[in-house]
Structures are given as structure tokens and as C-alpha cells.
């Protein structure tokens, strides 16, 4: 399992590089052509919002297997520090919510393209199902992740760090 999630990881890593290329150089068009040129482009923006919501959705999922998130520590620390159970009960509570909310977010995602997957977007004529998409997908991998790492802390007797 864990040789698949290294697959699915690396074609993660593969894809954000060229959806941030991408959005680097349509970002760079849209100011050369909006004050170089004086015209705009009419699909720039939307393409750089869409990749944006891409990127944001596969990087949380990125962030949690490298685990490289941002988090208070100070809470965290204090309980490792006092109490072994404390700081086990405060990590089973934290992946708990950490899968709930990434399922909440593959479960209505879904209910998103249902309800309005059919639209288009105005500038690109591209179906929202595919941007909506992001959700699920992204929420769907954030809970393998997330799985990954409670198997680690509580299975593992060492937690590799990436």
C-alpha cells in the first residue's frame, strides 16, 4: 500500500508542477498583455482561479503525507510533555476532525457536481464538473493521507520523515 501511495505522490508532485507552471505563465500574460499591450485576456483570470482551487485541493493532501501542514505546536508539546495519554487522546481527537472534515468535503463536493455540474464556466465553455471535481478528488486523497498518518503514529514503531 504504502509503494502506491509513493506512486499516487509523485504524480501529485508531477501535476501541481504544471498547474503552478502554468498558472506563472498566464499570470505573467495577463499583466504583459493588460499593460504592455492595454488588452486584456478574457479567459486568463478564470484559468488562474480553477488551477488555483486544483492546486489548493491537491496540495492539503500533499501537506498531510509530508506532513508539513502549519500547526500550534505549544498545545500539542505541553500535553506530550505532561501526559502520554493526554497527548494520545489529543492526536486521536485531532485525526478524528482532520477525517471528518475531509469527508464532509468529499461527500458535499459530490452533492456539488450533482446540483451543478452541468453549468459552464463563462470565459473557458468548460463544464464546472470539472472544477468542482477538485473537492472530492482532493478530500478523497486528504482522507487516505490522513489514514496513512494514523496508521503511522499508532502502528509504526518509528514515523519516517520525508
Sequence with gaps: MRRTLDIIDRVLCFVLVIMLSTMLVVGTMQIVYRYAIEQSLSW?????????????????????????????????????????????ILHTVAFVIQFLVFAV?????????????????????????????????????????????????YFKKEVEVQ
Design 105 to 153: 468535503l468529499t461527500v458535499y463536493g459530490v452533492k456539488l457536481i450533482q446540483i451543478a455540474g452541468n453549468q459552464t464556466a463563462p470565459a473557458l465553455q468548460w463544464k464546472m464538473a470539472y472544477i468542482y471535481a477538485a473537492f472530492p478528488i482532493g478530500g478523497a486523497l486528504a482522507m487516505i493521507y490522513t489514514a496513512e498518518e494514523i496508521y503511522d503514529y
Design 44 to 88: 486568463s483570470e478564470e484559468l488562474l482561479r480553477y488551477l488555483y482551487v486544483w492546486a489548493t485541493m491537491l496540495g492539503i493532501s500533499l501537506g498531510i503525507r509530508r506532513k508539513s501542514l502549519a500547526s500550534i505546536e505549544i498545545l500539542s508539546d505541553f500535553v506530550a510533555k505532561h501526559s502520554k495519554l493526554g497527548n494520545n
